[in-house]
T-cell receptor, first 121, second 117 residues
Framework: GENVEQHPSTLSVQEGDSAVIKCTYS??????FPWYKQELGKGPQLIID?????GEKKDQRIAVTLNKTAKHFSLHITETQPEDSAVYFC????????????????????FGQGTILTVHP | ETGVTQTPRHLVMGMTNKKSLKCEQH?????MYWYKQSAKKPLELMFV???????ENNSVPSRFSPECPNSSHLFLHLHTLQPEDSALYLC????????????????FGPGTRLTVT
């Protein structure tokens, strides 16, 4: 099955600096890579995702890059703000399998261990 | 919020109790998921339902019993749990899986913080 490794486990930056979180995955058939932000007392919220047919995607201060050859992808946050402080999770969706009902299932999300990001004012 | 609600938000139960967690999604999705989130561990997928049919059971002990009466509601029935089952239980929903080459985004609820004493 898919295995996702995420680093670093904790990251502390000053407001205005950039933050980078990296993930590696093992299943070369994986084709979808979302990033989630989880604030205290809340469930994870999707902040950006990338599909295997592109190498980079940006949304304002957030960007994600994907290197399929090396099987790694990264989250980049520029001009960090204190409200960016949270736990960030990467995930990868593995290749297709046959599900319990006999149909084709396009893989489940496998999550990384999470990164606690702290942005100091 | 995300359109996925979970009740209760907090639950303390003894090992001999029976309780149920409830999830409801208001997004018109057809797939629903239960995840377990323990400290310092990745999110663990427990169950997947597509159009009310269970399509995945990720080797979850039988003391956890899911129920999906319709595409908007998902329950997790709990019975004779162990202290190591204490965790945050997250529900998520998405468009149905297995219907295209690319998946649909999953939207998570706020979770139920479960403590087993």
């Amino acid at each position: 099955g898919e295995n996702v490794e995420q680093h670093p486990s904790t990251l502390s930056v000053q407001e205005g600096d950039s933050a980078v979180i990296k993930c590696t995955y093992s299943d070369s058939a994986s084709n979808y890579f979302p990033w989630y932000k989880q604030e205290l007392g809340k469930g994870p919220q999707l902040i950006i995702d990338i599909r295997s047919n592109v190498g980079e995607k940006k949304d304002q201060r957030i960007a994600v890059t994907l290197n399929k050859t090396a099987k790694h992808f990264s989250l980049h946050i520029t001009e960090t703000q204190p409200e960016d402080s949270a736990v960030y999770f990467c995930a990868a969706r593995g290749g297709s399998t046959i599900d319990n009902a006999g149909g084709t299932s396009y893989g489940k999300l496998t999550f990384g261990q999470g990164t606690i990001l702290t942005v100091h004012p | 919020e995300t359109g996925v609600t979970q009740t209760p938000r907090h639950l303390v139960m003894g090992m001999t109790n029976k309780k149920s967690l409830k999830c409801e999604q208001h997004l018109g999705h057809n797939a629903m998921y239960w995840y377990k989130q323990s400290a310092k561990k990745p999110l663990e997928l427990m169950f997947v339902y597509n159009f009310k049919e269970q399509t995945e059971n990720n080797s979850v002990p039988s003391r956890f019993s899911p129920e999906c009466p319709n595409s908007s509601h998902l329950f997790l029935h709990l019975h004779t749990l162990q202290p190591e089952d204490s965790a945050l239980y997250l529900c998520a929903s998405s468009q149905a899986t297995g219907t295209s080459g690319f998946p649909y985004e999953q939207y998570f609820g706020p979770g139920t913080r479960l403590t087993v004493t």
